[in-house]
T-cell receptor, first 109, second 112 residues
C-alpha cells in the first residue's frame, strides 16, 4: 500500500468546468511567483508566472491571481481537460525557488 | 535546446555505496538547483549555484551529501555513503537571471 506521507489537497472537477487552485505563501517580501504542473513520472513544468507589481496575468486557458494583502495566489484553468490532471505547485521565486506542498487536480470524465 | 538533462534516470544501489547523480543545465542559464522529492517531505531544495558557485546549501540533509559544479554545463550531486532513507526522486533545475526554473526529468534513486 501507499506509505504515509504528505496529504495533498485534491481537487476533482468535471471535464469542461473551470478549476481554481489556491496557494498561500509566507514571505511578504517575495516578489516573483510561479505555478508549475507535475505529471506522474515527470519533472515540474512551468505554467505561468507573475511579479508582485501585478495582480493578474493571463496565459492560454490559465490565469494567475495574486493578492499580496493576504499573501494568496490562485491558478484558474478554463475548460479543464483530462490532460490537466496533475499535481500543481506554486513557488516563490527569486534567487531560489521555494515550493508549496502541491494540489492534485483530478479531471472527471 | 534539449532542456535540463539528468542521468541516470533510475539508480538502484546498496546501502553504503557511493551514488553520483549528474545534471547538464540549459545552455546560458546561470542558476542551477538540486531538489529532492519524497512522499513524506514533498519537493525540497537541497542546494543552488549561481555562476557555478554554491550560494545556499542549507537544504543539504547531512555531510553525506555533496554537490559540485565544475563548469557552467555540468553539476553532480553525490551521496556517500548512501542509506535507504535517501531513496527519492532527485531533480536538477536551471534558470536564467532569477526567472522561471526549468526542471529535468529527475533521477529515481532506490537504496536497498
Amino acid at each position: 500500500g501507499e506509505s504515509v506521507g504528505l496529504h495533498l489537497p485534491t481537487l476533482s472537477v468535471q471535464e469542461g468546468d473551470n478549476s481554481i487552485i489556491n496557494c498561500a505563501y509566507s514571505n511578504s517580501a517575495s516578489d516573483y511567483f510561479i505555478w508549475y504542473k507535475q505529471e506522474s513520472g515527470k519533472g515540474p513544468q512551468f505554467i505561468i508566472d507573475i511579479r508582485s507589481n501585478m495582480d493578474k496575468r493571463q496565459g492560454q486557458r490559465v490565469t494567475v491571481l495574486l493578492n499580496k494583502t493576504v499573501k494568496h495566489l490562485s491558478l484558474q484553468i478554463a475548460a479543464t481537460q483530462p490532460g490537466d490532471s496533475a499535481v500543481y505547485f506554486c513557488a516563490e521565486g527569486g534567487q531560489n525557488f521555494v515550493f508549496g506542498p502541491g494540489t492534485r487536480l483530478s479531471v472527471l470524465p | 535546446d534539449a532542456g535540463v538533462i539528468q542521468s541516470p534516470r533510475h539508480e538502484v544501489t546498496e546501502m553504503g555505496q557511493e551514488v553520483t547523480l549528474r545534471c547538464k543545465p540549459i545552455s546560458g542559464h546561470d542558476y542551477l538547483f538540486w531538489y529532492r522529492q519524497t512522499m513524506m517531505r514533498g519537493l525540497e531544495l537541497l542546494i543552488y549555484f549561481n555562476n557555478n558557485v554554491p550560494i545556499d546549501d542549507s537544504g543539504m540533509p547531512e555531510d553525506r551529501f555533496s554537490a559540485k559544479m565544475p563548469n557552467a554545463s555540468f553539476s553532480t550531486l553525490k551521496i556517500q555513503p548512501s542509506e535507504p532513507r535517501d531513496s527519492a526522486v532527485y531533480f536538477c533545475a536551471s534558470s536564467f537571471a532569477e526567472s522561471e526554473a526549468f526542471f529535468g526529468q529527475g533521477t529515481r534513486l532506490t537504496v536497498v
